[in-house]
Structure formats: structure tokens, C-alpha cells
């Protein structure tokens, strides 16, 4: 029998003395992580939240590497996240981003490399499935946008801040990027995953009151376990739920076998 483990991380702050002040202060993230957990649980997932002050880098690589330690070829690895995306030039040198930016989680305590999120996922064992969806935006803009009817706003790291911070951190960057070039494959295979995130590039995921609007359009489509359909029939629903501002994304890295695909999400 499978075994399936969720990791589930919601950010309504995060800490202003690691921002240079900036607290990004959120409303629905935490609901968002909550929410997802629960469905994970439903369909037989082991849970661990992350809430806040809990989501440093160091709990999120710590449960992601406990997670690959567990899980071996036909489990399921579950990775839901929402907060503040952002983006920081990449510079390594490597061409695998066609904008020439690394997109980003804004953790607690600092910005997570989607490179980092990859290295974390090579650690998994071959045939472990894979499945994340993040709401957050992975957009650069600075422009502001405006709250809507529900007082939503975006959920992204402004660009002023994005600039500060990049300045600050470069020479962090650096020797990270160093390392993680370090540990990448050779023949630069990426892991086996399917990544749904909530929106494009050049959008904003929107906050709100209860929950995300990404997220409420999934719990919507989702209907507490009344959704039939693989991955991508569910990619469409949500996206029918959501205004033609907010897209969501669906990504497939590395080769995950068409029956992963197909599957009915959530499926341990």
C-alpha cells in the first residue's frame, strides 16, 4: 500500500527584521494551509502545517528531507504553499531560466530559490510522485494592484523591496547558486513532478478574506471529494473558477508517467 506525506505551509507575515522591515502582511494564508492539510488528510495523507513564524527555510528543508527519506517508488509526496512569491535575477550563468529570473517562496526568514526547491525534490527516490500547488505569484511587477470587492490584494514581493533585498543578498546568492550548481546532475535531468501554480508569470494571485482566490477556486472544483478527473481536467476547473486575470499554471518536470497524470489528485 502507498504511503502518502503533505507538507503544508501558510505565510499571512513574514519577519520584517529579515525583509528590511517589510512584514507583507497577509490575510488567508494560513486558512489556505489549513484547508489544504485537511483534504490531504481526507484522502489518507500523514500531515505536517507549517503556520507563520514555523515557515523558515530550515522546517521547510527539514520536512521535505524527512519526507524523501520515507518515501520510496509508488508513494506521494504532497507540497502545498501559500504566501508571498518573488523573483531575484539569475545570474549563474546556466540559461535554464528563459526570463533570467529565479522565481521564489518568500519564507519567513528569507527567499527560497525554486532552484532549491528542485535540489530538495532530487532527493526523492525514483517513481516517488510528486505534486505541489502553490498560491503565490511568481510575477516581477511592481505594479500595485488594487484591492478588489473582497478586499484582496496581491501576492507578491513588491519590486522597491525585490531590488533592496537582491542588493543585500547578492553575495549570499552567489555562493548558494554555487552550491547548488555543485549539487545538480550532470546530464541535468530535472526530478519527476507536476507543479500547479496560481497564476502566470506576468499576473498577480490575489489574497482574500477566508482564503486565496486560487485556493478557493480549487476547494470549489475539489467540492470535498466529488471531483472525478486526472490532474489536468482539474487544472481546467479551477481555471474556470477564476477571473481571466488570474491563469493558473500547470507544469510538468523530469517525465511523470501519464497514469501519475491521469490520476485523480490527492490519490494515495
Do not use: F, K
Given at each position: 500500500m502507498a504511503t502518502g506525506l503533505s507538507l503544508?505551509?501558510?505565510?499571512?507575515?513574514?519577519?520584517?527584521?529579515?525583509?528590511?522591515?517589510?512584514?507583507?502582511?497577509?490575510?488567508?494564508?494560513?486558512?489556505?494551509?489549513?484547508?489544504?492539510a485537511r483534504i490531504a488528510r481526507t484522502a489518507g495523507f500523514e500531515t505536517t502545517v507549517l503556520l507563520t513564524p514555523?515557515?523558515?527555510?530550515?522546517n521547510v528543508t527539514s520536512a521535505l528531507g524527512e519526507a524523501a527519506s520515507r518515501l520510496g517508488p509508488g508513494d506521494i509526496l504532497l507540497f502545498t504553499y501559500s504566501g508571498h512569491g518573488?523573483?531575484?535575477?539569475?545570474?549563474?550563468?546556466?540559461?535554464?531560466?528563459?526570463?533570467?529570473?529565479?522565481?521564489?517562496l518568500v519564507l519567513y526568514d528569507r527567499q527560497f530559490l525554486d532552484d532549491?526547491?528542485?535540489r530538495a525534490f532530487r532527493d526523492f527516490a525514483d517513481d516517488v510522485r510528486i505534486v505541489t500547488f502553490f498560491d503565490c505569484c511568481h510575477s516581477g511587477s511592481?505594479?500595485?494592484?488594487?484591492?478588489?470587492?473582497?478586499?484582496d490584494r496581491g501576492r507578491y514581493l513588491p519590486e522597491p523591496q525585490q531590488r533592496q533585498l537582491y542588493d543585500r543578498d547578492r553575495g549570499f546568492l552567489a555562493e548558494l547558486r554555487r552550491s547548488l550548481a555543485e549539487?545538480?546532475?550532470e546530464d541535468g535531468a530535472e526530478p519527476d513532478a507536476l507543479l500547479v501554480s496560481a497564476c502566470q508569470d506576468n499576473q498577480t494571485a490575489s489574497d482574500g478574506d477566508v482564503n486565496g482566490a486560487f485556493t478557493a477556486a480549487l476547494l470549489e472544483a475539489w467540492d470535498e471529494g466529488a471531483f472525478r478527473g486526472g490532474y489536468r481536467a482539474f487544472h481546467r476547473a479551477i481555471q474556470r473558477r477564476l477571473p481571466p486575470t488570474q491563469s493558473p499554471n500547470l507544469h510538468l518536470t523530469g517525465s511523470p508517467g501519464r497514469d501519475f497524470?491521469?490520476?485523480r489528485p490527492f490519490t494515495v
Open positions: 503544508h505551509v501558510g505565510l499571512n507575515e513574514v519577519d520584517p527584521a529579515r525583509y528590511e522591515g517589510w512584514a507583507g502582511t497577509l490575510v488567508a494564508c494560513e486558512n489556505d494551509a489549513h484547508d489544504m514555523d515557515g523558515t527555510v530550515a518573488g523573483q531575484v535575477p539569475d545570474e549563474s550563468g546556466t540559461d535554464d531560466e528563459p526570463d533570467a529570473l529565479d522565481e521564489t532549491e526547491v528542485q511592481s505594479i500595485e494592484i488594487p484591492g478588489g470587492a473582497d478586499g549539487d545538480a546532475p497524470v491521469n490520476q
